[in-house]
């Protein structure tokens, strides 16, 4: 009976102590430090739990961000000398020789806004730009810190994509702000560069003679990119053709007559601009 008894204290005093040992460690807080700047003092403290204190800290491996050093009590402290995430290995032990081991990360974030190319957009043309954060980890949360944008434009601020259909053309320039859960993080600036909508600008073409080299160019204004060329309805004299590139009449006409035709451009974003022209070939 003696030795049951022993048996059952034994087990009790295990269910105690196992829970408590396999419970030292960091804690929460530990494994989430602020964010920082560059160029400014920075100072956070690794803390652990249970165990027997005190409590001794270490880098296994990895690395601070530099300009930042570590006590063996835990003190992280420093001036930050450059933007970007650092992770290290965090060693902690204690009296009773305990030791436990987690993953941690230091982002610095730079005073000085990072430039960010977007694309170029077009009135009336659906438009999205994507930003990238340069540091830090998500979920991330963007804002308008300068600027404005242009109507029929808008930036979700937690998937940090700009998205719309813009109404007005111009150059916008904007500055964002950046934070995670752990603070602020590099802003970043930007130029939204609108243009105004392709419209084939041309209304009159010269006309042509029957047997002499002819030339005349169609042109557009606003769009985006390379535009192509080509007749949509009707047909151009026979002797004559439109170069799907400049978009220039090229060629020598065979017949005199009246030829009507409509002419249809189409810019890289997908714009499209037609006109109708009507063309007397002379004799």
């Not at 930042?68 to 003190?75: E, F, I, R, T, W």
């Not at 169609?218 to 047909?235: F, K, L, M, S, Y």
């Not at 409509?262 to 004799?283: C, E, K």
Request: aromatic share 8%; net charge positive; glycine share 12%.
């Amino acid at each position: 009976m003696r030795f049951l008894q022993l048996f059952c204290l034994a087990v009790v005093l295990a269910a105690g102590i196992v829970p408590s040992a396999a419970a030292f460690g960091f804690t929460d807080e530990s494994l989430l430090p602020p964010n920082g700047l560059v160029g400014h003092s920075y100072s956070f403290k690794l803390n652990a739990r249970n165990g027997c204190p005190p409590y001794m800290f270490l880098i296994d491996s990895g690395n601070l961000p530099p300009g930042l050093s570590m006590a063996p009590s835990g003190q992280i402290s420093g001036t930050a000398a450059a933007a970007g995430t650092w992770s290290f290995w965090g060693d902690v032990t204690n009296v009773c020789h305990d030791h436990s081991e987690r993953l941690i990360s230091i982002t610095i974030a730079d005073t000085k806004p990072v430039r960010v190319p977007v694309p170029l957009g077009e009135v009336g043309r659906p438009f999205s730009a994507p930003i990238t954060p340069t540091e830090g980890t998500a979920p991330y949360r963007w804002s308008v810190a300068s600027g404005t944008l242009p109507a029929g434009l808008a930036i979700d601020s937690v998937q940090g994509t700009i998205t719309g259909v813009p109404a007005t053309a111009g150059r916008f320039p904007l500055g964002f702000a950046v934070s995670n859960d752990r603070g602020g993080l590099t802003p970043q600036a930007l130029t939204v560069e609108v243009a105004s909508r392709l419209a084939i600008a041309t209304t009159k073409l010269a006309r042509p003679i029957v047997g002499r080299a002819y030339a005349a160019k169609v042109t557009v204004r606003g769009g985006v990119g390379a535009v192509t060329w080509r007749v949509v309805r009707g047909a151009l004299p026979r002797g004559i053709r439109i170069d799907r590139r400049s978009g220039a009449l090229l060629g020598t006409a065979r017949h005199a007559g009246t030829f009507r035709f409509t002419v249809a451009a189409r810019d890289t974003l997908g714009a499209a601009s037609t006109r109708t022209f009507i063309l007397v070939v002379h004799a």
